[in-house]
């Protein structure tokens, strides 16, 4: 299926800047440029793969070597990495068990057919010739995400990946083939050996998407969600909660709180990812506030929330969580937002000096001030 002229001048655009230190090598942009640029959409950064070249000579042309298991290097000006064309094969358990080869003879169709998805499998080269020998733009084309060979099975992060651009692009269909590889590679036990630390990164990614739920969801289906995300429980709730939180831009912080809060302990999904401090946090206070907020609370309550909420210390947090809690329950919240600002406003340092004498006093007289002002709006 041949591209069309506009899309043709898109990727030459893409490849339009000339570069002295490429000339001579066999040099290709690679996956997610390509099938951007193709669906017309904003273009991150630009992935290389290099063909018959070897590491010796990629230094010696200047490029800076920062490559772990397989030779990756960065341009000297541009930063862009460049990788030399590689395959693998399987050596052990999850997504650390490969061996690559990156030898002059792998062509650009060998490591095209290491990729993930079809549509992952594209690329371009610095004259603008298309390359697509895996059939990735008759499934962009088709709006399908298809697995490319069975080695799906091998690499649990592929399963991950799948579901995070299941949501980000949420028109797409998964194959029936791909559906069974993920099935499988569940029940062959490959999904245990996935690392908290990469299934958060995919996660976050996911939830900068406009169907952050839908990766969850694709997890669910094949039966991977309790095992890389433990306790997590879907609802008819969070599919409205989600929604509201995408039509109103939320953050990814705000999204990650309303995904968690419909399960019984927020905070240990988090944990158990290893997501940042603020997430952890993000997770474990939202609920706090929409248990208060349903709970009809008398302006003492309210203190006490205000309190265990950190609103004085941490007020962009307390809006941000008002915020979400807005897109999971209905409730009065501007009064919430209201109640927080009463309860800075109280002039605290008036009232320690009018306590200087008894300056263990101090502490209580601000709280009753406090419930007070808050007895006016409650």
Known sequence: MPISPTQQQ???????????????LQCYVVGGAVRDTLLGLPVGDRDWVVVGASPEHLAQRGFIPVGGDFPVFLHPQTKEEFALARTERKSGRGYQGFTFYTGPDVTLADDLSRRDLTINALAIDTQGQFYDPLGGYADLEQKT?????????????????????????????IAAETEQLALQLVQNGEVDALVPERVWQELHKGLQTHD???????????GALERVL?????????????????????????????????SPHPESIAQHIKAPTAYKEAARLLPLLLDAAQ??????????????????RK???????????????????????????VFANVDAAAIAQQHQAQPQAIPAAILKARIAALAAIF
């Open 315 to 341: 007020p962009e947090r307390y809006r941000q969580l008002v915020q979400a809690a807005e897109c999971v329950a209905q409730a009065n919240w501007p009064l919430w937002q209201q109640a927080a600002c």
């Open 212 to 222: 952050p739920l839908r990766m969850v969801q694709v997890l669910a289906q094949c």
């Open 10 to 24: 898109a990727l030459n655009q893409l490849v339009a800047q000339p570069d002295l230190l490429l000339d001579g």
């Open 145 to 173: 995400l298809r697995h490319i060979g069975t080695a799906f099975v091998e690499d649990p992060v592929r399963l991950l990946r799948l579901a995070r651009f299941a949501a980000r692009f949420s028109s797409f269909r």
């Open 295 to 312: 709970a009809q609370p008398t302006p003492n309550q309210v203190a006490q929330a205000l309190q265990r909420l950190d609103s004085l």
């Open 230 to 262: 433990p306790g997590l429980r879907l609802s008819p709730t969070l599919d409205t909660a989600m929604a509201c939180a995408i039509r109103h831009d939320l953050s990814t912080l705000q999204r990650f709180a309303i995904l968690c809060s419909q």
